[in-house]
């Protein structure tokens, strides 16, 4: 498709100011962050606060504003049903847990599924002043910088970023890890899966592998990185599985191969 006809451009660009705005949102939060009241979920590790709530709610009041037929389903707030085809699914801010921590390693990601696809993936890491973005057809950049992924990296020589949380045993992860190490490779955890899905897109890490994943965690990512070339697990977008979690891996094309055995997918 040609730049012309995807027809995605403006929505992209919509979402790239609205992952500025947000962003900025989020970082005003973030340097006050002693006096944030944090609660927890389920999970007492799965923790949030006002700051993820007023994050979602500006993105939401941005695309009722711009697209108000648009779906949208957010990390904090749900589903809301699309009467024109596309849905936002969004995370205000991904790495909650390095957020209220006080560490940088944290983004607001903005995904759009048109027609079972993502086709528009924007991600702002703030402390980093970075901005990933890609769109179907459009590749991918990172501040305005084409981003290709480079196929003589593998797991022995680079980096795989690796996620848990405790929806699923925890041996899954264990196992991935241990053969990993095993095989010569090593993995980082920064806490934000989104940022780190975007780390592949840009060539930082060769891989990715987290058991379990939401929509909101993973579908800018993966626009990302399919956009820069590397491959990306299928994830399972239509009808009520969008609200259910898949296993995500990520993979630059020097190690697809070793990851997929690894994770056994
Ligand atoms: C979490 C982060 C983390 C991943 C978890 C996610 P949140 O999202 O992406 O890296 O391991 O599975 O739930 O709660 O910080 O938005
Ligand atoms: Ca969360
Ligand atoms: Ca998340
Ligand atoms: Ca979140």
């Not at 949030?48 to 009041?61: K, M, N, P, Q």
């Not at 944290?106 to 890609?134: F, M, N, R, T």
């Not at 800018?220 to 070339?229: D, F, K």
Request: hydrophobic fraction near 40%.
């Amino acid at each position: 498709t040609s730049h012309a006809t995807t027809g995605y451009e403006a929505r992209q660009r919509f979402a790239e100011n609205v992952a500025r705005k947000a962003g900025a949102l989020a970082l005003d939060y973030f340097l006050r962050r002693e006096t944030l009241v944090i609660e927890t979920k389920k999970d007492p590790q799965d923790v949030v606060s006002i700051a993820d709530r007023a994050v979602e709610t500006l993105i939401r009041e941005q695309i009722a504003e711009a697209y108000p037929k648009d779906g949208v389903l957010g990390e904090e707030y749900g589903m809301a049903e699309s009467s024109s085809g596309f849905t936002w699914v969004i995370d205000p801010i991904d790495g909650t847990s390095p957020f209220v921590n006080g560490m940088p390693t944290w983004c607001v990601s903005i995904a759009l599924l048109h027609q079972g696809e993502p086709v528009v993936g924007v991600i702002a890491a703030p402390c980093q002043d970075e901005l990933y973005s890609a769109a179907h057809g459009l590749g991918a950049r990172l501040n305005g910088t084409p981003l290709r992924i480079d196929g003589s990296r593998t797991i022995r020589n680079a980096v795989t970023g690796v996620g848990a949380n405790h929806h699923v045993p925890p041996r899954r992860v264990a196992d991935f890890v241990e053969a990993l190490l095993t095989q010569g490779g090593t993995f980082i955890r920064n806490g934000s899966g989104a940022l780190m899905l975007a780390y592949v897109a840009a060539g930082r890490l060769v891989g990715y592998y987290e058991p379990y994943m939401h929509a909101w965690d993973c579908l800018a990512g993966y626009c990302l990185v399919r956009e820069a070339g590397g491959w990306f697990l299928p994830f399972p977008v239509e009808g009520e599985r969008l609200t259910k979690g898949a296993p995500v891996l990520a993979a630059g094309p020097g190690a697809i191969e070793d990851l997929r055995t690894l994770a056994q997918l």
